[in-house]
């Protein structure tokens, strides 16, 4: 692969420790070129509350247009607790790429690493290795910015269509059937609403249903978000895929990650029927910005989840194997006993992104 059909990479660092991770996963992916056939080229742009606060806008127009051009979006994290809009939300260009972009499918793997502590009791003996997909343009999210708000009331608005459902729900059952194919004893999808509660969820569940015949090789079941919950804080190694909502997606995804060591440890993508952003689950973290202690894992396991979509886009099958090392390298850092400062150990940023990058 020549330099001028290299893979081009929008990277967007954005606040706080975004572009301290950032850093490592292009070291990562540096690292891959030199290993491999694939050839990257990265393009660094703007976006964030600190550009917000020097121009007034979250992002330019040219970081659209770059994000337009790319074959994949890098985000490190944006967005800090003091910069906010005139109606003090927070700004948040991450959410404004998925609308832009048609990103329906936010993909949030949790998978417990060995050597990571998880609060659930048995899950180092029996493992987890679940997937939260998020709607990620329309639910409760649908209403940001479009809020009504009287001196007596505050409505907002959630909004489910079958256009966004059915595609949904096939990238759903597709990955289902990927993960059964490489082997994961679930192969199932379970779709996660308040039917018995709600008209709209209760079409979203009926679509669901719809979809469910066209891939009958895939076991698909209905969950309750309250029970779904407690299942999986209880037995979170018996969840295989699951498909929800934007606002309850947001939620379980964070509650996954808990499970798994924690917001640092948890990768994720917003796919689309053509572009894809991958970041990792955790925000800015402004109390530890420029102190060398944030955990680059997240990010680096975006990478890898950013080199599969590749692979599958453009029939790359070195890219997909890439994925893999680099899940297999962060693997055998932390068995090899790399413990980062947010699970009180002493390894910070540095540390980490050394010990995957010598087992590349």
């Avoid at 030199?34 to 992002?59: I, V």
Wanted: glycine residues 10%; charged residues 25%; contains cysteine.
């Amino acid at each position: 692969m020549s330099a001028s059909n290299a893979l081009h990479i929008a990277v967007l660092g954005g606040d706080g420790i975004g572009p301290e991770v950032m850093a490592p996963a292009l070291e990562v992916l540096r690292r891959i070129e030199a290993t491999t056939e694939l050839r990257f080229r990265f393009t660094e742009a703007p976006a964030g509350a600190n550009h917000y606060r020097e121009t007034g806008t979250s992002m330019p127009e040219s970081t659209v247009r770059l994000c337009e051009e790319a074959d994949a979006i890098l985000l490190g994290a944006c967005g800090l607790p003091s910069v906010r809009y005139p109606d003090n939300t927070e700004i948040a260009p991450q959410i404004e790429l998925r609308i832009h972009f048609d990103l329906y499918a936010g993909v949030r793997p949790a998978r417990l690493i060995p050597g990571v502590p998880s609060p659930i009791v048995g899950a180092e003996q029996r493992g987890i290795d679940l997937v939260v997909i998020r709607e990620s343009t329309e639910g409760l999210f649908a209403s940001m910015g479009k809020g009504v708000v009287t001196e007596d009331e505050a409505r907002e608005t959630m909004v489910i269509t079958r256009r966004t459902s059915e595609r949904l729900f096939e990238f759903s059952f597709r990955l289902a059937e990927r993960r059964k194919a490489r082997g994961h004893a679930g192969g199932g999808l379970t779709c996660v609403d308040k039917a018995n509660v709600f008209k709209a969820f209760a079409f979203f569940r009926g679509i669901f249903d719809e979809a469910a015949t066209r891939h009958p090789d895939v076991r698909a079941d209905h969950l309750y978000i309250d029970a779904c919950s407690a299942l999986l804080v209880k037995r979170p190694w018996d969840f295989d895929v699951m498909v929800t909502e934007n606002m309850f997606g947001d939620i379980l995804s964070d509650l996954a990650a808990g499970l798994i060591g924690g917001m640092g440890m948890a990768p994720s993508a917003d796919i689309g029927d053509r572009y894809a952003v991958f970041q990792p689950c955790h925000g800015t973290a402004p109390d530890i910005t420029g102190q060398g202690k944030a955990n680059p894992t997240a990010m680096i396991l975006s990478v890898a989840m950013m080199l599969d979509w590749l692979a599958d886009k453009h029939g790359l099958e070195s890219a997909a194997q890439a994925g893999e090392r680099i899940e297999s390298a962060v693997d055998k850092a932390y068995a090899g006993g790399i413990k980062p400062i947010e699970f009180g150990g002493s390894n910070g940023t540095a540390d980490i992104a050394k010990a995957v990058l010598a087992l590349l």
